[in-house]
């Protein structure tokens, strides 16, 4: 059974950082690539970082780019997401999604998804 768990959410001030972590479970961690979304309240799910299996391809979404970073430690099963220079409409519920591929996939070809974690940012 595969599961995802996000962690390191939490409140944090405009200009400040927190690094999200998304631990992989059931699954051959190295087969997948894995994105993350953010949703904020009233608006659509967004794919903001995505990195293929190896870590070898990343994208980013205009939104973040340049302030986010995602990575991927195989040891650990798990797949990081390094956000700095956090601004207001940065809050939302940020999820880690995988699918078997190398490459980086589409925000609509994901098959397993995690719970969420909030991350709000204060001005």
């Known amino acids: 059974q595969v599961h995802l768990e996000e962690s390191g959410g939490g409140l944090v001030q405009a200009g400040g950082f927190l690094r999200l972590s998304c631990a992989a479970s059931g699954l051959t961690f190295s087969r997948y690539a894995m994105g993350w979304f953010r949703q904020a309240p009233g608006k659509e799910r967004e794919l903001i970082a995505s990195i293929g299996s190896s870590g070898g391809s990343t994208r980013y979404a205009d939104s973040v780019k340049g302030r986010f970073t995602i990575s991927r430690d195989s040891t650990k099963n798990t797949v990081y997401l390094q956000m700095n220079s956090l601004k207001p409409e940065d809050s939302a519920v940020y999820s880690c999604?995988?699918?078997?591929?190398?490459?980086?996939?589409?925000?609509?070809?994901?098959?397993?998804w995690g719970q969420g974690t909030q991350v709000t940012v204060s001005s």
């Open positions: 999604a995988a699918r078997v591929s190398v490459i980086v996939v589409p925000a609509d070809e994901y098959t397993y």
